[in-house]
């Protein structure tokens, strides 16, 4: 089956723009979580979106936010970037809660 | 929220040198945990979980994990590294409401 789809791959802004990125699931999957990795940084947990409601959350700022369809497709945004927002943003699916996650390639977005 | 540590930040082995990678977390509660590897250019895969029985898990490509549940670590082991296992590794603690977080990585670098 397929895997995790995260569009787009890459993605160059300017500072103080907004950035939308999209995930698409393993069917089947109703668990969406989104991480930022930075080099140093590991795995930095956003949010995690189950049945299109926001079930926990990590320690970012308000500029970033994100929502889940009722196809369980989801998308973060980042209003206001900043240089230090530059980072792999990775999308992760899970079958049900406490199983593993399977993830996506990733967006790459570099802000200048 | 539950918090996970990883002591190594880079380890470097010569192949055929058995590898011990560190893994603590702070939840107090059940919890799976998961043990993630990327290589370069790739996105995260599933080395091996433990979620009840054996705290002695055994994963892909002849790794293994240790769950102690007194000292709160789920150490990653293989007796013989490869050139091939070079890679970051991510330790993961998965509790309730599907709630995963990760450690910073371990970098591993095996010397052919």
């Known amino acids: 089956k397929a895997g995790v789809t995260q569009t787009p791959r890459y993605l160059i802004k300017t500072r103080g723009q907004q950035v939308t990125l999209s995930c698409s699931p393993i069917?089947?999957?109703?668990?969406v979580s989104w991480y930022q990795q930075t080099p140093g940084q590991g795995l930095q947990f956003l949010f995690e979106?189950?049945?299109?409601?926001?079930?926990n959350k990590g320690n970012f700022p308000g500029r970033f936010s994100g929502r889940q369809f009722s196809n369980s497709r989801s998308e973060m945004n980042v209003s206001t970037l900043e240089l230090g927002d530059s980072a792999l943003y990775l999308c992760?699916?899970?079958?049900?809660?406490?199983?593993?996650?399977?993830f996506g390639q990733g967006t790459r977005l570099t802000v200048v | 929220a539950q918090s996970v540590s990883q002591h190594n930040h880079h380890v470097i082995l010569s192949e055929a040198a058995s590898l011990e990678l560190g893994c603590n977390y702070s939840y107090g509660g059940t919890v799976n945990l998961f043990w993630y590897v990327q290589y370069p250019g790739q996105h995260l895969q599933l080395l091996l979980k433990?979620?009840?029985?054996?705290?002695l898990v055994k994963g892909i490509k002849g790794f293994e994990a240790e769950f102690i549940k007194s000292k709160f670590s789920f150490n990653l082991r293989k007796p013989s590294v490869q050139w091939s296992d070079t890679a970051e590794y991510f330790c993961a603690v998965n509790a309730r409401n599907n709630d995963m977080r990760f450690g910073a990585g371990t970098r591993l670098t095996v010397k052919p």
């Open positions: 069917s089947g999957h109703r668990s």
């Open positions: 979106y189950f049945s299109e409601t926001q079930r």
């Open positions: 992760a699916s899970s079958f049900q809660d406490g199983y593993e996650a399977f």
């Open positions: 433990y979620f009840s029985g054996d705290p």
